[in-house]
DNA sequence: TATAAATAGGACAATTTTATCCTATTTAAT
DNA sequence: ATTAAATAGGATAAAATTGTCCTATTTATA
């Protein structure tokens, strides 16, 4: 479904947020231990995720990572999902056609644009604050 | 979503169908023709479909790949996936966590398994035969 | 029986994705 | 000022996926 790059930029951005509400700045060694990911990996995937504006990355000593409260409420899935991923998840075609037509729909289209829709509709309408509910008491989980 | 593989092999095996409910068999080559898409590359998904049962190959002169009318109404698009991409569409968590569990669910757990069970349907519920429907008039198409 | 057409399959190559390593830069704190 | 902790980013490596090439085998037909 997702690329690697992108489950694991969904998971820190969700950590980020988690530790931004406690008021807490992050470094990308913590990130990596509680997401369970490579470090060096997510490192650049936070890179790009802060060239998109969607988290913030503070240098030099007692830097780390963290988003604003206004963000948190603010961004949504999707958007990571298109800063790593790109459109392909949302206008590509099921079968691999090379652009998704309705005027000359491969046999799958009509029933796949309507699971493809679902799913844009369910990352444009979870923010990264919905993503934190519950995991502070446990009830959810960014590793294992 | 899916692998170019398995986007190749669903397209071929709709090819397939397609001929074979004309009562004629398809060479390798032309099924790369009609589905556009790389000869030897295709030439290993069919064999894996072959030897899960999904296509029928015939060798020799005259040969080539066809489906019975049985099978044509029997497979669904849900076998060909697995076949190829193995259960993880299925069963996969949609944040990359190793194991997709309710009991310790990641947080879009609820929502991504509604919309993973719809998509797991329409491939349970979508025949080869479903995939030929429109392909004759030119309504749907494989290529381009 | 010889030939040609076709799939099977092994070996390899190219590309993309995933992952690692090292150095530069920034910045707080000593 | 020095040091230590942190991100940025370039270079490289490893692994997985995608794609190609060549030979072996099978089989209909001349
Ligand atoms: S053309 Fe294939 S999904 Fe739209
Ligand atoms: S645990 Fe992530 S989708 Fe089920």
Redesign the interface.
């Known amino acids: ?2 690329s ?1 790059a992108c ?2 930029g ?2 820190a951005s ?1 950590y980020i947020a988690l530790k931004s509400l406690e008021g807490t700045r992050v470094s990308l060694k913590e990130i990596a231990e509680k997401i369970d990911s490579p470090v060096a990996f997510t490192a650049k995937v936070l890179q790009q995720l802060s060239k998109n504006h969607i988290v913030d990355s503070v240098k030099g000593a007692s830097g780390g990572f963290q988003i604003t409260k206004a963000n948190i409420n603010q961004i949504k ?1 999707a958007q990571i999902v298109f800063a790593i991923d790109g459109n392909n ?1 949302y206008e ?1 075609c ?6 998704c037509n309705a005027n ?6 009509d ?2 644009v ?2 493809r829709s ?2 844009k509709n ?1 990352l444009e309408n ?1 923010s990264l604050y ?6 502070e008491e446990g ?6």
Chains 1, 2 share one sequence.
């Open positions: 479904m997702f690697k489950e694991y969904i998971r969700t899935l998840v590509g099921g079968l691999g056609l090379k652009k000359e729909p491969c046999p799958v289209h029933k796949f309507q699971i679902d799913l369910m979870t919905d993503m934190t509910i519950g995991l009830l959810t989980s960014l590793r294992r």
